[in-house]
């Protein structure tokens, strides 16, 4: 091959490589189903007031989100992904072996997770200590010993509890929610006995597997990153439980309720104070590698960070997000701006 083909042929690959994600003129975006309407909503605002294509948006839970956006960088990968919890380290070492240094993290604004029902039933009032009861694996039995979850039935775990069947339709081990859901709920409830709390300086693996670990028998149904199905559902079956966002309640309140926890709703104030118990933040990554050459990425960052959207009376508000206070919204925007200007 002659030099000046070598050279050419040089050239070509350097420019694939380096601007490998040039090819996509619209914005790819993966991950959490909690944050997939908000996110849509500021995709649809954004295709609507600017020359940019609408982003594609695929729901795939946060875990499978963080699965795409970190295999790599280019077009065939995502730029953005939203989560329900917060980037594990594991997940930050599995971007950097396949060439993503730099992350760039926003906090959108805060979500309850409920356990839900049909409208038609009683509305439910529970503790963390119940949930725990109700949907781990294994549960102590009176003598304090771990035994695999022997409760068919709400009134078997306590006499003021509903006397039906124990059927909870949840998240899968992906999403976000259900990891959430894990830490906040399960975790609250099962630290309350001692002799497993205590087991958290001695062996923090089995205590995670024994407060983490969900039921296998039937009475925990995975159904998927689909939250519409889980409504859908309830509907059906009014003596069945649903666990998903705060949103997902705001936007079907006429048909299912959301449970009081520890004696308190949830409700949108009292996930904003924290005093809701199992309230959570929301975010999402962005691959700073893919800024300034898919178009859009930073204007469509501006969108979500504006007030308009994200503020107090915002229109994400109207969506069900619990709004960050002004001083962490100004944290988050600033971080944006600075991809900006790095840019």
Known sequence: MSFKKTLAVAVLASAVAAGAAEARDQIRIVGSSTVYPFATSVAETFGKTTSF?????????????????????????????????????????????????????????????????????????????????????DVPNAEGKLVPNPYTKWSEIDPSLPDVKIEVLGPPPTSGTRDAFAELALEGGCKQYEDIKALKKTDKKKYKAVCHSVREDGAYIDAGENDNLIIQKLNANPNAFGIFGFSFLDQNSDTVQGSI????????????????????????????????????????????????????????????????????????????QALGAGS
């Open 261 to 336: 926890v520890d004696g308190k709703a949830p409700e949108f104030d009292f996930i904003a104070d924290g005093s809701y118990p199992v309230s959570r933040p929301l975010f999402f990554y962005v691959k700073d590698a893919h800024i300034g050459s898919v178009p859009g990425i930073l204007e469509y960052l501006a969108e979500f960070t504006s007030e308009k959207a994200w503020g107090e009376e915002g229109y994400l508000a109207d969506k069900g997000l619990i709004p960050m206070p002004a001083e962490e919204r100004a944290k988050y925007k600033a971080a944006v």
């Open 53 to 137: 294509k609408t982003p594609v948006i695929e729901s795939t839970g946060s875990g499978g989100g963080f699965k795409l956006f970190c295999a790599g960088v280019g077009e065939q990968h995502p730029d953005i992904t939203n989560a329900s919890r917060a980037i594990k380290s594991s997940e930050v070492e599995r971007c950097k072996e396949n060439g993503i240094e730099k992350i760039t993290e926003v906090k959108v604004g805060y979500d309850g997770i409920v356990i839900a029902n049909s409208k038609q039933a009683k509305q439910l009032e529970i503790t963390r200590q119940q949930i725990f009861l109700a949907i781990a694996k």
